[in-house]
């Protein structure tokens, strides 16, 4: 069984950064691409950024050029370094690991493991 734990969340003031982590344990982590995404009360999940297996990254416009994610297959742990961050970016934040069949990346319905979530919040 596949357990995905998210770490690293908490209060920051805008332009500030936090660091996410997610430690993966069960199954081959390194074979699977590793995703982020972030939900509000009352929204959708919103797709963050993905990591594939090679290492290939993918971001949301939202979060592009603030945003690095990244992975450590000695440690089974993706990580979401995110700087210049800003109220909008408030949200609790998954971490999901990506099934091997086709889909859209950005679609949640292609993960097929989900952590409990870590909570964002970035004051104004």
């Known amino acids: 069984q596949v357990q995905l734990v998210e770490s690293g969340g908490g209060l920051v003031q805008a332009g500030g950064s936090l660091r996410l982590s997610c430690a993966a344990s069960g199954g081959t982590f390194s074979a699977y691409g590793m995703g982020w995404f972030r939900q509000v009360p009352g929204k959708e999940r919103e797709f963050v950024a993905v990591?594939?297996?090679?290492?290939?990254?993918i971001y949301a416009d939202s979060v592009k050029g603030r945003f690095t994610i990244s992975r450590d297959n000695a440690k089974n742990t993706v990580f979401l370094q995110m700087n210049s961050l800003k109220p909008e970016d408030t949200a609790v934040y998954y971490c999901?690991?990506?099934?091997?069949?086709?889909?859209?990346?950005?679609?949640?319905?292609?993960?097929?493991?989900w952590g409990q979530g870590t909570q964002v919040t970035v004051s104004s």
């Open positions: 999901a690991r990506k099934g091997l069949g086709l889909g859209g990346i950005s679609n949640a319905n292609v993960y097929d493991y």
């Open positions: 990591i594939s297996s090679s290492a290939g990254s």
